[in-house]
Structures are given as structure tokens and as C-alpha cells.
């Protein structure tokens, strides 16, 4: 049967409105689940929610997400007197006995020097540059050169001619490679 034009908006405002109450119904029930740390995902293939747990963020300084965890309090030892690590293992190729012994000599002696309160001087230098150009260890001159012009070690001649020498066929040899 045909139905009048009043009767059928009449029937279309019911519906609409059955649709927004429970529409409204479930967004109640979602803003509950919510609130409890639960997220509702609606199922496509029927009119079903499953509720899931979810990760509620706290509020922090610089927005949404978890505070950060402090840091512990970092001891007041002085580097030198910090126990490091030895990574012979995994440089034993690489390294020779001899040459882990004479570094190992020239580290207690840069230590013994900082224990003391004392500048490296040009002579221990000298001896850790030569030291380094016989093991053709490139970082380490650069760092020793580095470290003695923030210590305002001054080099002579000799031994700046030949750390730029030195230097610049390591830098070839470098980009040989």
C-alpha cells in the first residue's frame, strides 16, 4: 500500500530517530569503555563491538606521551680514574702483542701525568706521536695533535714537519682503501 507524504516522514523521523538513540547508546557505552583504558572497534561483518585494552597517555610537559624516566646520578670519579673496558679481543688481528704493550705503557704514563696534575710535556709528545706513526695509527696522531693545541703544547719543527708528512700519505693511503 502506498503510504501519504505526512505518514512517510512521519515513519522516516522514527527511524532517525531509532538510529540516533542508539547511536547514542553506543557512543555512551564507548565513552565508558574509554574511560576505563578500553578501545571499541566495530566489526564490518555484523553490528558486534569488541572492547580491546589500550595504552592510556598521561599528560607531560611538552604534550600526550610517557614521562620520561630520570637518569641516574653519574659518579664523581674523574675519567682517568675510571676502570675501562678491554676490547683486545675484539682488535687482537689487528693489534700485536708488543704494540698493546707499548701503548698500555704510554696510557699509564699520560695517566701517571694526569694523577699528578701535570700538562703532558713536548718530550712525552715526541714519544707518543713517534709511537703512534710506527703503528700508522692516523686517528691517533690526529687526536694527539688535536689534544696538544688545546693543552698549548707547542711543537718544534721537526716534529710538526713530520706529523704533516706523516698525515698526508696516511690520507692517501686512506682513501686508497
Known amino acids: 500500500p502506498e503510504l501519504s507524504k505526512p505518514s512517510l516522514q512521519l515513519r522516516r523521523v522514527k527511524m532517525a530517530s531509532k538510529a540516533l538513540a542508539t547511536a547514542s547508546r553506543a557512543a555512551f557505552r564507548f565513552g ?12 564490518a561483518s555484523s553490528v558486534s563491538y569488541r572492547f580491546s585494552p589500550v595504552l592510556l597517555h598521561s599528560r607531560t610537559l611538552f ?3 610517557t614521562p620520561a624516566p630520570e637518569l641516574p646520578a653519574q ?5 682517568y680514574k675510571r676502570k675501562p673496558e678491554d676490547d683486545y679481543a675484539q682488535h687482537a688481528p689487528t693489534i700485536t702483542a708488543e704494540e698493546r704493550q707499548e701503548r698500555i705503557a704510554m696510557t699509564d704514563e699520560i695517566l701517571a701525568c694526569h694523577e699528578n696534575g701535570s700538562v703532558p710535556d713536548l718530550d712525552l709528545y715526541n714519544r707518543l706521536i713517534n709511537m703512534l706513526i710506527k703503528w700508522n695509527d692516523r686517528e691517533g696522531v690526529l687526536n694527539a695533535r688535536n689534544l696538544a693545541v688545546e693543552l698549548d703544547v707547542e711543537f718544534d719543527d721537526a716534529l710538526t714537519t713530520k706529523v704533516e708528512e706523516y698525515l698526508a700519505v696516511a690520507e692517501k693511503e686512506a682513501w686508497r682503501v
Do not use: I, L, T
Open 75 to 79: 659518579m664523581e670519579v674523574p675519567w
Open 32 to 43: 565508558q569503555r574509554a574511560a576505563a583504558g578500553q578501545s571499541c572497534v566495530h566489526n
Open 63 to 65: 604534550g600526550f606521551g
